[in-house]
C-alpha cells in the first residue's frame, strides 16, 4: 500500500507535494490582485509560468520543458505569490470572504503552473541535474509556505471571516473553505501569542533535524548491514532473486558472492524462499534490528525526543497529546474513534495466527529433518508452502487473461457503467505529452457529449522515473472564476514490451492500476467551486480508490475484458474461484503485522511522553496486547520512518484500515442492491456523496448519506475470512 503514494487531489502540484512530504497541509494561498502584481505578470516570459493555451481549456506546454526554466520558474512563481498575499494582508477594507478568503483561493497560478512540471521532472523524468536543483529549492520552499502559514496580518483577517461566519453563516461550500482553511492555520499555531509562537518554530526546527536523523539512520542500517551468502547456501532461492544478489554483491566489491540486502524486498523473498533456517534467523534479525543496534546510528533517543517534542508543541495550543490535535479533522476525529476500530479487529487477526501458525507446524513436522517450532523467521517460508498446497495458483497461468489494453477498455467500461463518462483517444499530437510513451484520453459525458476532462496514462518504466504506480491531477475542477475542468493522470511502471507484443500483468498489478484509476475518477468527478474543497483527508483518500479494485473481479468485466491474449477464452471460471479464495490466505499475518504498527503509532503519541523508553514501550505494550510471538511488528518503532522522519503518518497509520471498513461497507451496498455492482442508483449516490463532493462534505456525513448508515467492520470482517463481532462496533 505504501507504493501506491497519490497526489492528494488539491488545486496545484505544491499541495500535492507538501501533502507528500508532510501530513500538514498547506493553507491555500491567495490575493487580491494590485495592479503592480498584474502588470508584473503580464511580463512573465518564463514558459513554465505561462498560461496554459490549445484545446481543451488549455493543457500544460510539456513540450517546451526546459531544465534551465525550472529553478527561475519557482523562485519567481513563488515571489508572485508571497506579493499576492501581501496584498491581502494589508488590505485596509473589513476582511470579508471575497477579500480575503476568495481572494487566496485565487492566488499562486502561475506558482501551480510551475509545479505541475516540477511533479513531472520529480517523478516521470528526474535526473541527477533535476535532483540538485531540487536539493536546492527545498529550502526556499519550506521557507516560502511558513511566510504565509505564519504571517500574522493575514491569519487575522481569516479569523475575521472566520468568527463572522459562526455568527452569520455562509453559503455551505464558503462556510466549509472557510473552516478548513482557519483550521490548518490554527492548526500550524497562527493563534499562538508570540512568545509561544517562538517556542513553536523552535520546536519545528528541532524536530525537522531530528527526522533527517531518524531517516538517515535507517538508511545507513538498510545499506551498511548487508547478509553476504556463498554458492552454497542458495538453496530454495528462485533464480530472479540469486540473479539481483549476484549483481548486488559485485556492486559492493564481493565478486562471486551473493548480497541480501536490507530492505524488505529482498528480505521478504528470502524468508520465502530459503531453505536454510540459521541464514533466515540472520537476515530477520538484520532487518528488524534497523535503528536499533545500540550504535551510532540507534534511533531510540530521537524517538523520544521527537514524543517529547511533539507532545510539547500541541500543548502550547492546549491539546491533551498529539493525537487529538492530529485526528481532529480526520474522519476518525478523536484517537478513541480509531483505537477502537482498532480493537474491534485485533482479536481476530491474532486468533487466525494461531491457526496459521497451526498449519504451518504441520507442514514443518512432515518435510523438516529436525523438529521446529514455527518462529518468525519461519512464517513467509511455511505460509508459502501451505498457500501451495492449499490454493495451487499459479501466477503465470493468470496473467495470460490480464492484458493491459483490455484493462484499459476494463476501465473504461466500468466509468462509463458508475460515471456516465466515455474515453476517447485524443488524436496524436493535439495534445503535448512530456514523452512519447504517454497518451491522452477526452473524458466527455455519455449522454450529453459534455467535455469533463483529459486523462494522461503514462504506463511504462524507464529510467528516472520512481517506481510503483501513482495518480495525480494536474489541474482540478473549480468554478469560483470560470469553469476549470480536470487534467488527470495515471502512472505505473510496466515494462515496455518489444513492438507488437502484448503487455501481460499480474493479478496485484492489475488491482492497482485499477485502484490508481479510481482515484483519477475521484479527480474526474470533481464537482466543487473552490480548490481548497479539492483537498485530500488522509484516512478518506484511499477509500475511493480502494473501492474501485472491486470492479475488476465483477462478471461483466471479467465476461468482457479478462481475455485470453491469444486464444481469446475468458478466464476460466475455476481460475476465477481460486483467486477470489486466495484473497483470505495469511490475513492473520497481514493485519496482525500491521495493526500492531498502528496501535503501536496511536499508543506511543497518547503515551506520557516524560522518560518514555521507546524499546520498553514497545516491548512492554506488545506483550500487553498478546501480539503473538511467532510475528514482529510490520515497522518496529526504531525504523518507523512513516511515524518519525517527519509527520505524515503519525498517528495516522491507522488510517489504511480505517479507509479499508469504508471499501468493504460500501462494496456490501453494491453487492445487496438489485443491480449489484452495477446498480444505477448506487452508483448515482456513490457519485454524488462519496465522489464529486470531494472535501466540500464532511467525510462522515457524506457516508452516512451514501449508505442510510455509518460503516460497520462487519463486512471488512468478512472480506479478511475473520468472524463478526456480535456487538459490531461502528465507526
Ligand atoms: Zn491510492
Known sequence: MANKIIATGTKSGLMALLALASCTTTPTQQSQQTPTAVEQKKSETNPLLAKWTGPYGGVPAFDKMNLADLKPAMERGMELQLAEIEAIANNTAPATFENTIEAMEKAGEELNRAFVYYGIWGSNLSTPEFRTIQAELAPKISEFSSKISQNEKLFQRIKTVYENAQKNPLPADQQRVVQLVYENFAMEGADLSPEAKKRYAEINKELSSLYTAFSNNVLADEENYVTYLTKDQLSGL??????????????????????????????????????????????????????????????????????????ERVKLMGYKNYAEWRLQNRMAKTPENAMALMNAVWPAAIARVKEEVADMQKVANSTSKTKITIAPWDYRYYAEKVRKQKYDLNSDEVKQYLELGNLTQAMFYTAGELFNFKFTPVAEGTVPV?????????????????????????????????????????????????????????????????????VLVSWDDANTFFHEFGHALHFLSANVKYPTLNSGVRDYTEFQSQLLERWLSTDKVINQFLKHHKTGEVMPAALVAKLKKAATFNQGFETTEYLASALIDMKLHLADPNGLDPDKFERETLAAMNMPKEIVMRHRTPHFTHVFSGEGYATAYYGYMWADVLTSDAAEAFEEAPGGFYDKEVAARLVKYLFAPRNAMNPAEAYRKFRGRDAKIDALMRDRGFPVPVNSSKK
Open 238 to 311: 528462485p533464480e530472479s532473486f540469486v540473479k539481483a544478489a549476484a549483481k548486488a554483491a559485485t556492486d559492493r566489491g564481493k565478486e562471486g558472492m551473493y548480497a541480501v540486502t536490507n530492505t524488505r524486498s529482498s528480505m521478504d523473498q528470502f524468508l520465502t524462499y530459503s531453505n536454510e533456517r540459521a541464514l533466515r534467523e540472520k537476515v530477520w534479525n538484520t532487518y528488524y534490528s534497523r535503528g536499533d543496534n545500540g550504535n551510532a546510528t540507534d534511533n531510540n533517543e530521537n524517538i523520544a525526543k521527537i514524543l517529547k517534542l511533539r507532545s
Open 434 to 502: 512530456f514523452h512519447e510513451d504517454v497518451k491522452v484520453w477526452e473524458v466527455t459525458d455519455k449522454t450529453t457529449g459534455q467535455h469533463i476532462g483529459l486523462w494522461y496514462l503514462d504506463a511504462f518504466a524507464r529510467q528516472g522515473k520512481r517506481s510503483g504506480a501513482w495518480a495525480s491531477p494536474y489541474r482540478s475542477f473549480t468554478t469560483f472564476k470560470g469553469k476549470e475542468t480536470v487534467l488527470a493522470s495515471n502512472n505505473s511502471n510496466f515494462v515496455k514490451p518489444a513492438p507488437g507484443e502484448p
